[in-house]
Nanobody
Framework: QVQLVESGGGLVQAGGSLRLSCAAS????????MGWFRQAPGKEREFVAT???????YYADSVKGRFTISRDNAKNTVYLQMNSLKPEDTAVYYC???????????????????WGQGTQVTVSS
């Protein structure tokens, strides 16, 4: 059974940083591309970043240059380092596995197979 567990969310002031973690189990982690999404109240789930098996990365324009996705295959964990946070980054952040056969530029939630329960990030102004 695949499980993804996010952690690291919290309350931070604008301009601050947080690092999110997503621990995976029940799958061959190194063989899976992983992604991060976020969902603010009243809004649709929004793509944030993906990291491929090779380590290649892809970002939404809204976070490019501020967020960094990385992975540690030895720990079955994917990370999202978030710097220069803005109030509009406030959301529940989810990690997910990319469905087999899709490209690194996959940004649609339906192209992701397994999801974590999410972790809340709140950025105060």
């Amino acid at each position: 059974q695949v499980q993804l567990v996010e952690s690291g969310g919290g309350l931070v002031q604008a301009g601050g940083s947080l690092r999110l973690s997503c621990a995976a189990s029940g799958l061959t982690f190194s063989s899976n591309a992983m992604g991060w999404f976020r969902q603010a109240p009243g809004k649709e789930r929004e793509f944030v970043a993906t990291i491929w098996r090779s380590g290649s990365t892809y970002y939404a324009d809204s976070v490019k240059g501020r967020f960094t996705i990385s992975r540690d295959n030895a720990k079955n964990t994917v990370y999202l380092q978030m710097n220069s946070l803005k109030p509009e980054d406030t959301a529940v952040y989810y990690c997910a596995t990319v469905r087999s056969g899709f490209a690194i530029t996959t940004t649609r939630p339906e192209d992701y197979a397994y999801w974590g329960q999410g972790t809340q990030v709140t950025v105060s102004s």
